[in-house]
């Protein structure tokens, strides 16, 4: 039997808009992966959390403009762990320039923009972490 | 209502409409249309029919259910007049930058009619941190303006006379609303202008603290509701024409509830805070009269426009059967409306103008004192200066060209709206008799009831959405072969941060740090008596202290609250 993804997923900092992020955990679960949602955090922490829940996602959710700083500072701390394998997910409002540069240049996997299928990121997530995704029980 | 009713329709009258209804139904209607009756519903889930008669609204007695507008129960509207006396004030959000930044939006609003400024916060500031403190990193001057200090109030409203303009702050929380509106009145002192002459609202509601938004530090929902009683109680006491809280329905709409829910929380958080003022010794009529209300108006136009109409006639029951009110203004709800930006996709953004004239349109039906209407671009960032005047335009356009202001109330009569009136009426007064068995709004958030309703409220909502059954234009209905956008022009916040420090910087050199200290320490102490606290944060705000420092006497002295969802 294979095992389960492992994502941790988090608010990023000080936003306070919860019902994106917290919406797209349970659907993950649903889908049959192991979700740890850990509501606001720093890059700290969230860096901690990874490490600690030998995470193969990390999801950062994010409507209030620091995408830019701490989106990166999460990938960058990652890395000084040691956890390049982990795939950084971010969603939330942002221009569409800034989720082009996220992607490109600052090292974040796959930025989910608004009106995104809970559908598709559950196949892009299965896809990217190369663990097939359980039959649902009939 | 105890007075016997005197139906507007006579009884023989209604038997016949129920009879050719019938017959009509079996005979006239296609069968395909009889197979579906039953299946269509608001979307708070009151049944809609294809037809509505009189039959539909038999009891209806036209004094006591509708009235007068400006005469009880207030269904048609707080005013006698109503626009024709008052158009509903202009008020579009300004919040971005530094409060130099802000203070050009908000002189460009003005200068275009805007007739109300409404500022809004960056998060570091809602949530009560300075702008160097570490966890602002990354939002200062995003999505709202940063404030630090009393001299960022005094930016703010630069060349503005605090005396002729109307402010909304939106101070989400209690425990910003208890610092930043003081800014305000020290400031407007300091510049000679009495508080008498101050007029505005902050918002100011304990569950914004504590449901609307996570966050990685909250107060507990007990000294949040304490705070924002505070915040009532003075303001009422010292600033006459400033109302001290605007119970939001409008965040914790966009945060996951339905029509019904959004108003019942509000209005059971008026109950808690009017029966709280009462312990402390103040009358019903010396606050209530201050009291507003912030609705969300969604996408379901006929809903939403009895969703306003049934909570002024709640809260005026409420008033007088509860409370006892008298003084007329206790009575009629007054509110300001946004439109509801969770209803605004990304995808082909201009769509949104016109599901946000739409929504604007029925807030306006409603009968709302005040009205933003949101941008296109809400997917994106905070609106353009374009974006924001294509809102304001809308708005001036359904003042004066549509001619709908001309006459109060005009859907009063409709079979429909009156049923749904009547619906949201019922089901509202019912939801806050749920709240009232959990022991009350403030232990029902306390046990983590709200969470999991906005939570499983969400879940629902957002499957509907995947399967299809709500229809998004452009996103899971009829989506454009290829994607039509997007060359989207995105607001650029401006560099905000090396100038709030540069600012912060100065005012730590400036200010007697011994005073600061003096009246922190007042504060720290003050917070476990019984006291009214704004006195005190008036006092330290005006000797520089800054509003990180004042929140964190708050959080290391009430203590900090989990979430309880997870």
Known sequence: MTRK???????????????????????LKDAGMEVVYLGNQFPEQIVEAALEEDADIVGLSSLSGNHMTLGPKVVRMLGEKGLDHVKVYMGG?????????????HGIHKVFLPDTPMAKIVEHMYASVGIPRPQPQA | MSAKKNPLFNESGIQQIETDHAAWFETTLGQADRAVEGRFFTHSGIPVKLLFTPADIKDLDYTQDLGFPGQAPFVRGVYPNMYRGRLFTVRQLAGLGAPEDCNLRIKYLLDHGATGVNILFDLPTIRGYNSDDPEAEGNVGACGAAVDSIWDIDAFFKDIDLGKVSTSIVTHLPSTSIVIPGM????????????????????NDFIMETCVGSAPEILPPAASFRLQCDVVEWICKNVPRWNPISYNGYNLREAGTDAVQEVAIAISNAIATAEELIRRGMHIDDFAPRMSFFWDLHNDFFEEIAKCRASRKVWHRIMTERFGAKNQKSLLMRFHVQTAGVTLPATEPYNNIARSALQGLAAVLGGCQSLHIDSYDEAYSAPTEEAALISLRTQQIIQTETGIV????????SYYVEYLTDQMTQRITAAIGQIEDLGGLVKAVESGWLHREISAYNYKYQRSI??????VVGVNYQPAEKEACCSIDVFKYPETYTRQKAKLERLRGERDPR????????????CHSDENLYPYTIAAVKNLATLGEIEEVFREEFGLWAFPLY
């Open chain 1, 93 to 105: 409002v942002m221009a569409p320039d800034d989720a082009a540069a996220l992607e490109t240049e």
């Open chain 1, 5 to 27: 993804v492992r994502v941790v997923i988090a608010k990023l900092g000080l936003d306070i808009h919860w019902r994106g992020v917290y919406l797209v955990s349970q659907f």
């Open chain 2, 466 to 471: 995947e399967t299809g059954e709500t229809k």
């Open chain 2, 515 to 526: 005073k600061v200290r003096e009246c922190l320490a007042v504060i720290r102490d003050k």
């Open chain 2, 184 to 203: 305000y009145f020290a400031v407007a002192e300091q510049r000679g202008t009495p508080w008498s002459r101050v007029a505005g609202t902050c918002q």
């Open chain 2, 406 to 413: 001309n006459t109060v109330d005009p859907l009063a009569g």
